[in-house]
């Protein structure tokens, strides 16, 4: 499968940005799916998770109550919807995607993802 992350760009603190991973190559309803992110000089870490099944999430405590993970199974698309940002959410950010034949899980290792996009830049700055 092919990821395709798109969205980012600047914004002012306390605005907003919708974040789009496009996935094609098929069996995208078996995926589970997952944004990270990447600040300048930091770890790549786990921001959230959708499984594929129930549409059950899971958030990093940073970004709890302000970022909403969703996905359209139609579509081959997972959104990531960002209020209320803040400096520190200056990053890159990637889709991931974690292929699971059976049993629906939402990790947040890395690891266990096995297909990456190329990232996606969101400055938020004033």
């Known amino acids: 499968v092919q990821l395709q992350a798109s969205g980012g760009g600047l914004v002012q603190p306390g605005g907003s940005l919708r974040l789009s991973c496009a996935a094609s190559g098929g069996g995208f309803s078996r995926f589970c799916m997952a944004w990270f992110r990447q600040a300048p000089g930091k770890e790549r870490e786990f921001v959230a998770t959708i499984s594929w099944s129930s549409g059950r999430t899971y958030y990093a405590d940073s970004v709890r109550g302000r970022l909403t993970i969703s996905r359209d199974n139609v579509a081959n698309t997972v959104y990531l919807q960002m209020n209320n940002l803040k400096p520190e959410d200056t990053a890159v950010y990637y889709c991931?995607?974690?292929?699971?034949?059976?049993?629906?899980?939402?990790?947040?290792?890395?690891?266990?993802?096995?297909?990456w996009g190329q990232g996606t830049l969101v400055t938020v700055s004033s």
């Open positions: 991931a995607a974690d292929f699971q034949p059976s049993i629906p899980t939402i990790p947040t290792e890395e690891y266990k993802y096995d297909y």
